[in-house]
């Protein structure tokens, strides 16, 4: 699993595409053959897992030879290269309700939920609606630092995607594009041993409001003047 780990980290194709049994043969076969049966242990796992792709998916060995390359490289395109991500697929696969092999794109998404998952973070929905959650209440509280924070790195994720929300007016698709750069960026933060520290005070990026927001300020504080008048 070593070799199969560093050869996707490295974008090694030729490496990689001899692991999947596609191209030119090393001199040494014995190593050649070491690096194959670690691709086939993945396959051989899945396959306990979801029997029926043996009489189907898998049924020809051409087939298999064929997905191998296939996985390995929407590995290397989606960046999981570490065993932990493997393993959270893994863990994902066996609670699985399905006897069907999974397609790359959903065991890559297993990968990456298992690894939120074990870091402590929430998904992309997650972090999109405690964004959303963070805006509407901002103003009720006296600084960021007095929130209700679920963790340290929910302090540092969601006051960091607000700001760049705000100061440059984000619609929500944009957003949730920040949200999933940011949960791969906290993830591997924490995977690597870091400790990510409580919340402290910042200085918070100056914000020019736009001409619509200066308006609604002053409608909103003329309906106020009204309504005291009376």
Not at 63 to 68: G, M, P, V
Not at 146 to 160: K, L
Request: net charge positive; glycine share 6%.
């Amino acid at each position: 699993m070593r070799n199969l780990v560093s050869a996707i980290q490295n974008r090694d194709a030729g490496a990689l595409a001899r692991m999947a049994g596609d191209g030119p043969q090393p001199v040494d076969r014995g190593v050649h053959e070491g690096v194959e049966r670690l691709v086939d242990a993945l396959f051989s796992n899945l396959k306990q897992v979801f029997p029926a792709s043996v009489s189907t998916a898998l049924k020809d060995p051409r087939d298999e030879a064929s997905a191998k390359r296939q996985w390995i490289a929407a590995f290397a395109e989606n960046d999981i290269s570490t065993k932990q991500q493997l393993s959270a697929g893994m863990k994902h696969a066996r609670a699985s309700a399905s006897p069907f092999w999974p397609s790359p794109g959903q065991f890559i998404e297993w990968c990456k939920q298992g690894e939120l998952r074990s870091a402590g973070l929430p998904d992309e929905d997650g972090l999109y609606d405690m964004v959303m959650k963070y805006s509407a209440r901002r103003g009720l509280i006296d600084s960021p630092e007095a929130y209700p924070w679920e963790s340290n790195a929910a302090y540092w994720m969601v006051t960091g995607l607000y700001s760049t929300m705000r100061a440059n007016n984000l619609s929500e698709p944009e957003l949730r594009a920040k949200c999933r750069a940011e949960l791969r960026k906290m993830a591997s933060r924490i995977e690597s041993g870091e400790e990510i520290p409580p919340p402290r005070a910042q200085l918070e990026k100056l914000y020019m409001p736009t001409a619509s927001e200066k308006a609604l300020d002053n409608v909103a504080r003329l309906k106020a003047l009204v309504r005291k008048g009376r």
